[in-house]
Every structure is written in C-alpha cells, then in structure tokens.
C-alpha cells in the first residue's frame, strides 16, 4: 500500500502530538522533513525522527516533495504557508484557527478545491470519545436538536507564558487571546453539536489580568441560531490551573453534560447515557503532552491521512472549519475590543 510521505512546518509545542502521530501511523505515513526558522528547533526535531531539517519551507517544500504538509505555526502564518503547499499540489493539514481573519481562511479554502487538494483543520475534541457520543445522540434524534447551550473554559496563561513566546498574546500574530486559542475548541464542540446558521451574536471582552498582553483573556458572548438554539459562553485564561472545559446542552428530549471526555446524558424520559474515554485512548502518550488540550490529534490525523489516500472522505475539511473560524473572527467583531 502507498504511505504517504510527510512534512511538518513549526517545531514547537504542539509539533510533538503530530510528530508522534506519524509515529503511531507509520502503517499509513512516512515522516520524510520537518521545517523550523529556528534551526535548532528544526534540527532537535530532524534528530529525533531521522529526518531531514529544513529553514525554509518553500526549499522544504520542493527538495522533500511531501503529499502532505502538516502546518504547527504561528496563526498568522497559516494560510500563507498553506498556500504555498496547495500550489504545490500538497495536501495540508492545519493546526487550529485558519488564520486571524476570515478572508484568508475562505481563500484558502478556495484555493485547495482549485488545486484538487485536501485541506485538513485541527479541532481534535471532536474525536473525544464524549462528544462523538453526543453528537450521534443528537444525529440519530433520540436526543434531539439543541435547545440551549453553555460552555464555560477555565485555563491558566501566566504572564510568563505569554513572555515565553514572540508571537502568542499579539493580534497581529495571534490574532487575539482566551478566544481564539484556547477557546475555540469548546466553542467548535458546541457550534457543531448546534449545526445551524447563526442569527446574532454578542460578546463581551476584557484584559483583566494580564500586564505584558494586550489581548483579551476573558470573553463572555451570547450567540442565537435561525433554528432557535441559544448558546451563551464564557471563558478565561487567568484561573489558577487548567480545569477540563465544561459544556451543557439542553435538547429537544434530554439533558447533557459534558466534560475533559466524559458525557452524561439524562433523557426526559427518564433514562440515563454515560460515555468516558476508551481504555485504550489512555495508553496514547505523546511524551508530556497536555491532556486536557484532548489527546486526539492521532486520531483526527489517522482520518485526515485515510481521507489522502481515498479511503474515507474528509471530515474536518476547510470548509467545515470554515463554520467555526467565521463565528470566532465575528466575536471580535462583536467583542469590540480588536487591537484595544
Ligand atoms: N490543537 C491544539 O490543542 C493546540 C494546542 C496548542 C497549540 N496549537 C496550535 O498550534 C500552532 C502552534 O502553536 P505552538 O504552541 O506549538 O507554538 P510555538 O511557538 O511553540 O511553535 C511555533 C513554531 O513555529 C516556528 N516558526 C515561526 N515562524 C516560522 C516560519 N516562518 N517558518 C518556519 N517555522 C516558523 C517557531 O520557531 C516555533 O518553533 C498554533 O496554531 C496553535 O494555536 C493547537
């Protein structure tokens, strides 16, 4: 069978859940180059994995001659880099958000259909065993459509955090803060168990305990839908430690309550349904990776590489993403607290 050979873009911190990934897939992938501006990041990771290391993604791009990039950059630089790729005829699979504007994630997304390649975004709570387990109830109708939704995000970014970082905690880089980076994966889970257009939006955002950033670190917003579901959210990156995030749907013909990966659904009709994590999705260890970010990039990844090679479709193509990205970069808007 055909492996897929393989790129990665941006040795950093979340390098390690695709890194190791391709480790786990090696049935499906061969990692053949990883890619770093900072040549020791580049050359630390191309050790390790006995790959070549590249500065340059384009040299990158050209010398190794990958099927599929994946892109672990700065925000800002992902729709570029991704369309470097797509010119290329390389499939891309992208870290969360698209970019820090809608315009270039649409455009993006535009280009990769011209190209006829696949473009992947990263949202791996949607592989927790619990939200599945949600979202078929929901599906299928025995739970029914949502109602009313709540989801509530209590992170720790310390000023310290921010100051490690030369892009993170900018709205030029970044393009934002609690919302865009940490939030955005309890706010996709909700947005997609609600599938449905957006009517309105309000939103509501502070820098209330952050000294070196300017950007928010906590956000409160209420979105209704044309369907009639109501979604109200908060979150905030300066509590002491990282909590699981918490999320609460009432639907058409029960009650849910959601976790880290774990949904308890009690239905009006007087039954209960629980789902936790598999045994064996404990055992996947990245090497220090934070599980409560979810511990299902190998997942999405293993899906994503199926998708290239032609076995199964897409699930979390850019269009899909497109959903999330559109009500994200529309809080801001709301939020009226842009470059504040
Ligand atoms: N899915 C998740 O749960 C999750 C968790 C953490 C981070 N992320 C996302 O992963 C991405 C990276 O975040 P991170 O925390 O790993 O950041 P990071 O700063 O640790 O890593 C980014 C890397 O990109 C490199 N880089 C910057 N510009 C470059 C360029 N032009 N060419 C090549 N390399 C370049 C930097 O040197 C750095 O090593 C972001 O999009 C972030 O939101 C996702």
């Not at 190791?20 to 180059?33: D, I, P, Q, R």
Request: hydrophobic share 35%; aromatic share 10%; charged share 25%.
């Amino acid at each position: 069978m055909k492996k897929l050979r393989v790129a990665l873009v941006g040795c950093g911190r979340i390098s390690t859940m695709h890194l190791k990934s391709t480790k786990m897939l090696n049935g499906l992938c061969e990692l053949v180059a990883v890619c770093d501006n900072k040549t020791l990041r580049a050359q630390d990771a191309a050790l390790e994995y006995g790959v070549s290391a590249y500065t340059d993604h384009i040299t990158m791009l050209d010398e190794a001659k990958p099927d599929v990039l994946h892109i672990c950059l700065p925000h800002y630089l992902h729709t570029r880099v991704a369309s470097d790729a797509f010119k290329r005829g390389i499939h891309v699979l992208c870290e969360k958000p698209m970019d820090i504007d809608y315009e270039s994630a649409v455009k993006a997304v535009e280009e990769a259909d011209k190209q006829g390649v696949l473009y992947g975004v990263v949202s791996q709570c949607r592989y927790n065993n619990a939200a599945r387990f949600v979202k078929a109830a929901i599906e299928s109708g025995r739970l029914g459509k949502v109602v009313s939704a709540a989801s509530f995000l209590t992170w720790s970014r310390s000023d310290e955090y921010y100051s490690m970082s030369d892009w993170k905690g900018t709205w030029d880089k970044e393009g934002g803060g609690v919302v865009i980076d940490q939030a955005i994966h309890s706010i996709d889970l909700v947005n997609w168990m609600i599938n449905d257009e957006i009517e309105s939006i309000s939103c509501h955002m502070a820098n209330r305990g952050h000294d070196i950033v300017k950007v928010e670190d906590t956000a409160e917003g209420f979105i209704t839908y044309k369907g009639g579901a109501r979604y109200g959210f908060y979150c905030m990156n300066n509590y002491g430690c990282d909590l699981p995030i918490e999320i609460k749907l009432l639907c058409e013909r029960g009650r849910v309550s959601m976790g880290y990966d774990d949904a308890y659904i009690d239905y009006f009709d007087g039954t209960h349904e629980e789902a936790h994590m598999e045994a064996a999705a404990a055992e996947i260890n990245y090497g220090g990776g934070k599980d409560y970010w979810g511990i299902r990039h190998v997942n999405q990844i293993e899906q994503f590489y199926r998708a290239c090679l032609g076995e199964e479709p897409l699930e979390i193509s850019g269009r899909e993403a497109l959903k999330t990205h559109r009500l994200i970069i529309s809080l801001y808007e709301a939020g009226g607290f842009r470059k504040g």
